[in-house]
């Protein structure tokens, strides 16, 4: 995860200010609120077009993160359930955990599903009808609980409170997982949850995707720039890389409702979450493996991508609009893989037993018939054998 906590005061000045001129213009354009503004994902990535159908109702998408705060009007009505799973934070899952990661799970928890302040005003996330499962979990030192415990637990009580979307925007930097994330996968997946992960960033030192990226059957982002190409530092590579969207110029709700500019994948992750919680409300028929099939399937081409899927950008930018809208065939099986196929293969195949020797059957001669009896005498008197 990375972030540029930078605060907005200079920037919606200076966009109020550009505001204003045009108003003065003889022909007035409708007042844009700086901060919907500068939501450029929005426009540019077909959300406001796929709000036309439907806004995320009727879906919920657990943030497994560093708990959502309550300072937020914005999040507040959107939040409707939670829980603890680091050891130190509260039952309802809404403190924030974490000296330097505090607000990251609100940030996140706003590009998914915030509501706004009125009509056209404040921030908006991607499924703004979509509701929120803030599940508090704490990185390193910020927990008493290990730390893929922490994150199985929560994948499961995310699954059996109601999760239509999970989103994971962390990564271990490491390729292999820990075998407690087998079975917690699994049962999301079992379970028909859509599990959409942040692929890392470089300029944290991620140079290729590392779990929970690499578990077969979750879809993990990447992240591009304004310019849709590959981000050089809010972003990383990997040919477990499904879809990318925006990771640069994000904004993100603080746990005590300030609002910020940040970027990292951390960021793209929500964007997708929101993206899957539209098409699971416009097509509630559809599994987790459909849904996910229907977002890479409709991406369009990153600007400088050669081949699809590739290691930057997968199979393209999100396009919400279409991921929602357009035909897109049904599939029977996830197109990111299979998790259970994985450990069959690799973590329970049956080890290589040692041969048992199989005895050859032997022929064996009859003994012969036995001499019939004599007379009992004693041992110490010669015999005819002895005298000879």
């Given amino acids: 995860m990375r972030s540029a906590r930078v605060t907005l005061a200079a920037a919606l000045v200076a966009a109020t200010t550009v505001m204003l001129g045009a108003a003065a213009a003889p022909e007035a354009t409708p007042e844009v609120d700086p901060v919907r503004s500068m939501e450029y994902w929005l426009d540019e990535y077909g959300i406001e077009e796929a709000w036309k159908t439907t806004q995320g109702q009727g879906t919920t998408i657990a943030v497994i993160d560093t708990g959502i705060g309550e300072g937020a009007e914005e999040l507040e009505p959107a939040v409707v359930g ?22 990251h799970g609100s940030w996140v928890g706003s590009l998914a599903a915030a509501r706004g302040t009125g009509a056209g005003k404040g921030m908006v996330g991607v499924a703004p009808r979509a509701e929120l499962l803030s599940l508090s979990i704490g990185f390193g030192e910020s927990a008493t609980v290990p730390f893929v415990d922490q994150v199985a637990e929560a994948m499961r009580w995310a699954v059996d409170h109601g999760a239509d979307v999970i989103n994971l925007s962390f990564t271990t930097n490491t390729l292999d997982w820990n075998r407690a994330w087998d079975d917690a996968f699994l049962y999301a997946f079992e379970n028909d949850v859509v599990v959409v992960v942040a692929a ?18 979750v879809l993990t982002v990447g992240g591009v720039d304004r310019d849709r190409r590959a981000s050089n530092t809010a972003s990383t590579q990997g040919i477990t890389i499904g879809i990318s969207a925006p990771s640069e110029e994000l904004l993100g709700l603080s746990a005590n409702g300030d609002l910020v500019i940040w970027e990292g994948t951390s960021g793209a ?7 899957a919680a539209l098409v699971r409300s416009a097509h509630p028929d559809l599994d987790a493996a459909n849904v996910i099939n229907r977002i890479i399937r409709t991406a369009d081409p990153a600007p400088q991508q050669v081949s699809v899927p590739s290691a930057l950008y997968g199979y393209g930018t999100i396009n919400a609009a279409a991921a929602v809208t357009r035909s897109v065939p049904v599939v029977s099986e996830n197109p990111m893989g299979s998790l259970s196929e994985w450990i069959r293969l690799y973590r ?7 041969p048992t020797p199989t005895p050859t059957p032997v022929t064996v001669a009859p003994l ?12 110490l008197l010669p015999t005819a054998d002895t005298l000879r």
Wanted: no cysteine; net charge negative.
């Fill in 82 to 103: 939670g829980a603890d799973f680091s050891g130190i934070g509260t039952p309802n899952g809404r403190t924030p955990i974490g000296e330097a990661d505090a607000d």
């Fill in 200 to 217: 890392g960033n470089r300029e944290s030192g991620t140079d290729q995707v590392g779990a929970p990226a690499t578990i077969p059957g």
């Fill in 269 to 275: 992750a929500p964007i997708v979450a929101g993206i």
């Fill in 348 to 354: 329970r195949a049956a080890a290589p037993s040692n």
């Fill in 368 to 379: 012969p018939e036995p001499e019939p009896p004599t007379a009992a005498r004693s041992a």
